[in-house]
């Protein structure tokens, strides 16, 4: 694939040298065509290293090493390939403990997880990590980040995360970062910190997709202070769409969140006994770290957590299901009248056309279309 003439152009004049101290861990899972892009996209900069950890079946395992090494021949990139077993655990389990064994292999200052999804803005990164030099006593920094998706025009809409949080203490910050409903998974980390995370994760036996993703989160808050960019985007995510080859029901059977579970679907045993461990790993993590807030944290913790996991895990309106099945079996010529009026009415999103001027969206466009259904 020819490399575009405007790459060297729109970075001709910007010092990515601090994206040495970055190791990207590219998780990835049966996606040969996804990963693909994801490293052809992000071989172009100077990361200190990137670390693909591949879950797939073993044929697919093969084609993503020849992608490796095509990419490691074609631009030079530093790039590790990390082989995983297939996951196989009913809820997800094993898929953050192979993110944290592949962060455990950073050799880098700063990690960050990308999904192979996504496409990372350079040079928010570098301003995101020139405030970590410079800060101390932040361990966490980020920005804004977009679902791209491609309907009768291309557009995206912004997903929420949390402001700055910057209280001295953690319990606090806690209560600020579940009031802001935001999330810090993506972001770059101190991999110091990061690492520290995931072990503190395995120790406290989170082993499910769902709590542990919320787990990793607020590990994050309580070890220490967060800064977000609000006003610029440091990764653009490409959404599943339709295609007349590929449908979005088999789309949707690759990706972890639609493979899973939902956690309001549990049974209730599993639920309880997950549900156990996870609040009571936050509480050892806060009393280990703040045991001057002891009497609070034990008063207040559970129903904060629970308020948390309802707004982050997104609890089911319960006439959800049944206008989808009407929506389902309506004529087409009622199917865009119905979802206007109930069902964007329930998942409301808001959409914002693509800035097509914009050499860095301009990029990852042409890259979407240009490997879209490989």
């Not at 910057?166 to 990061?194: A, E």
Request: glycine residues 4%; neutral net charge.
């Amino acid at each position: 694939m020819r490399e575009p003439d405007f790459v060297d152009e729109c970075y001709a004049d910007k010092d990515l040298s601090l994206l040495k101290k970055l190791t990207l861990v590219i998780p990835t899972y049966n996606r040969n065509y996804y990963l693909s892009r994801c490293l052809w996209y992000h071989a172009h900069f100077p990361f200190g290293e990137i670390i693909v950890a591949d879950s797939s079946p073993e044929e697919k395992k093969v084609v993503n090493r020849e992608t490796v090494a095509k990419v490691r021949e074609m631009f030079g990139a530093n790039v590790r390939y990390l082989a995983y077993e297939p996951e196989t655990e009913k809820y997800g389990g094993d898929i953050y403990r192979k993110w944290g064994d592949a962060v455990q292999h950073v050799e880098t200052e700063y990690s960050q997880i990308c999904t192979d999804k996504e496409f990372q803005i350079v040079t928010t990164l570098c301003k995101c990590i020139h405030y970590l030099e410079s800060h101390l006593d932040y361990t966490v920094a980020g920005g804004g980040r977009y679902h791209l998706e491609f309907r009768q025009k291309r557009s995206y809409t912004l997903t929420s995360f949390a402001g700055t949080i910057v209280d001295k203490d953690g319990w606090k910050r806690l209560q600020q970062f579940i009031s802001s409903s935001g999330f810090t998974l993506l972001s770059i980390h101190r991999s110091k910190k990061h690492k520290e995370i995931y072990l503190n994760m395995i120790c406290n036996n989170q082993d499910d997709l769902r709590f542990g993703e919320v787990y990793l989160d607020l590990l994050d808050v309580i070890f220490g202070k967060i800064y977000n960019i609000l006003d610029l985007a440091i990764t653009y995510r490409d959404q599943l769409t339709f295609n007349q080859t590929n449908s979005f029901s088999q789309k949707n059977q690759e990706s972890s969140s639609f493979r899973y579970q939902v956690i309001w679907a549990y049974p209730n045993s599993e639920f309880d006994s997950k549900w156990t461990d996870f609040k009571n790993g936050i509480r050892e993590s806060l009393f280990q770290e703040f045991p001057d807030d002891l009497c609070d944290i034990e008063h207040n913790l559970e129903p904060l957590l629970q308020h948390w996991l309802n707004i982050r895990l997104t609890r089911p309106n319960p006439i959800r299901k049944p206008l989808r099945i009407i929506y389902q079996i309506c004529p087409d010529s009622l199917k865009l009248f119905f979802q206007k009026v109930f069902i964007q009415r329930l998942n409301p999103k808001k959409y914002f056309p693509i800035d097509e001027n914009n050499p860095e969206v301009k990029l990852i466009c042409q890259i979407i279309e240009t490997f879209q259904w490989v």
